[in-house]
């Protein structure tokens, strides 16, 4: 399961990375095209718009697996130990289920609905399908990892830092 896990984390790693080079590359050469060669380039604006979705989706999916997310932890870290693990357990397993349902599920019929009508975005040209398939991406992912951690959490021991899969 580490092995697993550490090779996930690798992979989600270098893809962030690329997109965002990517990312970096499109805005340059939309500034270039826009203001040096007065002709502005008519799909870097919607190729940066789809880097970002998938920057921000993944990037959520990582934010989780080194706890660098959004929590609030005032009520909680005044508890005992005991409990505080009972409540990372719970939120562990609500974020599974939520992950679950609205990320893969609910994206994953948004992505059969766009592919089924044929959506295309305006300025690439190609199915939106493509764009909105981070969205079930993203929730395997932060499914998969709080699965890892819920599994860490009844065997009470700590998941391998996301530092050693570097």
């Known amino acids: 399961m580490t092995k697993l896990v550490l090779l996930v984390d690798w992979l989600l790693k270098r893809s962030l990375i690329l997109l965002m080079a990517a990312i970096v590359l499109v805005v340059c050469w939309q500034v270039l095209s826009r203001f040096v060669l007065t002709n502005p380039s008519s799909m870097?604006?919607?190729?940066?718009r789809c880097l970002l979705l998938w920057i921000a989706m993944l990037g959520a999916a990582y934010a989780y697996r080194t706890g660098q997310h959004l929590g609030l932890d005032i009520v909680t870290s005044?508890?005992?130990a005991v409990w505080q693990h009972r409540i990372a357990f719970v939120l562990t397993a609500a974020v599974v289920v939520f992950s679950s349902i609205v990320m893969v599920w609910?994206?994953?019929?948004l992505?059969?609905?766009t592919w089924e009508l044929n959506q295309m975005s305006a300025a690439l040209g190609i199915r939106m399908?493509?764009?909105?398939l981070v969205l079930p991406l993203a929730g395997v992912l932060i499914a998969f990892y709080g699965l890892c951690?819920?599994?860490c959490l009844?065997?009470?021991?700590?998941?391998?830092?996301?530092?050693e899969s570097e």
């Not at 870097?44 to 940066?48: R, S």
């Not at 399908?129 to 909105?132: D, E, K, N, R």
């Open 106 to 109: 609910g994206g994953g019929e």
């Open 149 to 151: 951690q819920l599994r």
């Open 111 to 113: 992505v059969w609905l």
């Open 78 to 80: 005044r508890m005992p």
């Open 129 to 132: 399908a493509y764009i909105y």
């Open 154 to 163: 009844a065997a009470k021991i700590q998941l391998v830092p996301a530092e």
């Open 44 to 48: 870097t604006e919607e190729i940066a």
